[in-house]
């Protein structure tokens, strides 16, 4: 039988877990990690439009220990980011202790552990929300990357695997018993990937047996929703995806409602100016072949709910050249630029 007490002892995880607490301990922000999209420039711009905390990339524990430079890049940390976390995904204990090592280096304040991811080459190859399918290994992944680290261990997780086998009180026992020091739930089972809607019920029940922070994530795309699932759930903290990419708004909306204040959505020559400053940024940090590539996947939300926007999204995602996409964009502000969309039609459209 484990030494429970012992285990906690050797890794001190009563002091994490403070720093953990103090991290979200004031209905905190987060921006979740998400592939292709919360890379090194994206965090920045929702730091400064208020996340409170940000993660890269989820990346490969296999990928991190062998060397793969796309890998390494995704867990590239600037300076001055802080507080930030590092996601790693994979089925080998070993392989997962030995990356979370290599990742500290890197200087994160914390690493998550993937346990919710429902893309199909992920599952396939037994990580991300495979594991909830196996909740032993998924005991064995947390003790060992907590055994390895010095740094706070928390998790991302979703409901279970299906309708029919949601485990979400189970997991949050074992989570905590192994040394997790906050447990983030997507209001989703693995079935369900990004259809429906989320179920922000499971998260007020972990909340009653938690003895960790727990921050609820899923359909978040509002301030009126962060409020609501805050309130519904009594959640630490709250997590923002979807809603976030072209959209780093999502964070001014919300921290001017966690202050009582109005919040004026902002004209399309601001969003704009905010778009043309993320596609310079993006091309000097991956290049203008990938940067742009990347930049694709946000031009499609930037803008969403204003006039007239299909028939940019056409002449900009019709060529990859650096001037004529700028030039649609400066354009259409032109014509545009005093236009406000309502927070709800964006969200409606997202």
């Known amino acids: 039988m484990l030494d429970a007490s012992n285990f906690f002892a050797r ?8 720093r953990v607490a103090a991290l979200y301990g004031h209905d905190e922000v987060l921006l979740s990690p998400m592939a292709g999209v919360t890379d090194l420039v994206f965090r920045a711009i929702c ?3 208020g996340a409170d905390v940000t993660f890269c990339e989820f990346a490969s524990a296999e990928g991190v220990l062998h060397g793969n430079e796309s890998t390494r890049a995704l867990i590239e940390l600037a300076e001055d980011e802080h507080p930030v976390g590092i996601q790693l995904f994979g089925s080998d204990p070993a392989a997962m202790a030995q990356a979370a090592r290599e990742a500290e280096v890197l200087g994160p304040d914390v690493i998550d552990l993937n346990f919710g991811c429902p893309v199909k080459k992920v599952v396939k190859k037994n990580g991300g929300s495979a ?13 060992a990357v907590v055994e390895a680290t010095s740094l706070p261990v928390t998790a991302k997780t979703r409901l279970g695997w299906s309708t029919g086998s949601m485990n979400y009180i189970e997991t949050t026992h074992m989570l905590q018993e192994s040394g997790a020091c906050a ?7 693995r079935d369900q990937k990004f259809t429906g809607i989320a179920d922000w019920r499971p998260i007020a029940e972990m909340k009653q047996v938690a003895e960790v922070p727990v921050i609820g994530n899923g359909d978040v795309w509002t301030a009126r ?14 997590m923002i995806a979807r809603a976030a990419i072209g959209n780093p708004f999502v964070f001014s909306e919300i921290a001017a409602a966690k202050r009582g204040e109005d919040y004026e959505a902002l004209t399309v020559s601001q969003v704009v100016d905010v778009l043309l400053d993320h596609i310079d940024r993006e091309l000097a940090l991956k290049g203008p072949k990938t940067g742009m590539h990347r930049m694709k996947r946000h031009f499609t939300t ?19 050249d650096r001037a004529t996409i700028e030039a649609a964009f400066r354009n259409y502000r032109e014509v545009h630029g005093d236009f406000r969309p309502s927070i709800e039609r964006k969200a409606q459209v997202a």
């Open 47 to 49: 730091r400064e439009h």
């Open 302 to 320: 930037y803008l969403r709910g204003c006039p007239g926007v299909g028939d940019l999204r056409k002449q900009v995602f019709a060529t990859n």
């Open 131 to 143: 594991l909830l399918c196996n909740v032993p290994l998924m005991e064995e992944i947390v003790r």
């Open 183 to 189: 447990i983030t739930m997507h209001g989703r089972t």
């Open 225 to 238: 929703d962060y409020l609501c699932i805050k309130e519904e759930t009594d959640c630490d903290a709250v």
């Open 11 to 18: 890794n001190d995880i009563a002091a994490k877990r403070r």
